[in-house]
Structures are given as structure tokens and as C-alpha cells.
């Protein structure tokens, strides 16, 4: 399998949650080691988290930012989740693929 390179935007956002960690980390006074040991990773996980190392697992950048009080998305979670239900229930419960001939891209 080919490894994926990220696109400039995605390495930008993962610079800039990386950095949001790491400063919320420092206003608590906390040590990278005690972050690392409660999110259950290790302190050089760590360091490419706060540093925006897009290969890092989703999860634990996710748990390091609520670790330390990073606002993901809504910081009302119940009504984020009932906004993407409601969203989710639009969609057509079956997609149905077409190949290229069926694809009409003549604007």
C-alpha cells in the first residue's frame, strides 16, 4: 500500500491543533510526561501530537486535546450529535454507483 501524503490544508490544521495541545498543556503546568501517561501514549507520541505529525492515530490526538481542554467542534456535544443525527437522516439510505458513461459533466 502506498503511503499517503496529506494535503497542505490538512497538515495546517493538524499544526495548529497540535499547537492548540501544547499550549493548553503548558497553561496547565502539566509535564509532556504526565499528558502522555494519561492519553496511555508515549512521550515521543507526544511530541509529534503537539508538533502536528499528521501520521499520529486521530484518537490520541483527540484524547489529548480533550486531556487538556481543547473545544473540538461544539463544546455542546449533545446537540452536536443530534445535529449530525439529524444531517445522517437525510441521506438516501443506498447510493448507486455509475460508471463514467452514465456521468454527465458537459456544463
Known amino acids: 500500500m502506498a ?23 503548558t497553561r496547565r503546568q502539566w509535564t509532556a510526561q504526565r499528558l502522555a501517561e494519561q492519553i496511555n501514549v ?3 507520541t507526544l511530541r509529534k501530537i503537539e508538533r502536528g505529525d499528521p501520521s499520529v492515530a486521530i484518537g490520541s490526538v483527540l484524547d489529548a486535546a480533550v486531556a487538556v481542554g481543547v473545544p473540538l467542534f461544539d463544546s455542546d456535544l449533545d446537540r452536536l450529535a443530534e ?9 438516501p439510505a443506498r447510493v448507486t454507483p455509475i460508471g463514467d458513461e452514465g456521468l454527465d459533466d458537459d456544463f
Request: no cysteine; hydrophobic share 35%.
Open 3 to 25: 503511503t499517503r501524503t496529506p494535503t497542505p490544508k490538512t497538515r495546517h490544521a493538524v499544526r495548529i491543533l497540535g499547537a492548540q495541545i501544547s499550549a493548553a498543556r
Open 42 to 44: 508515549s512521550p515521543p
Open 83 to 91: 445535529h449530525i443525527e439529524d444531517r445522517i437522516a437525510l441521506l
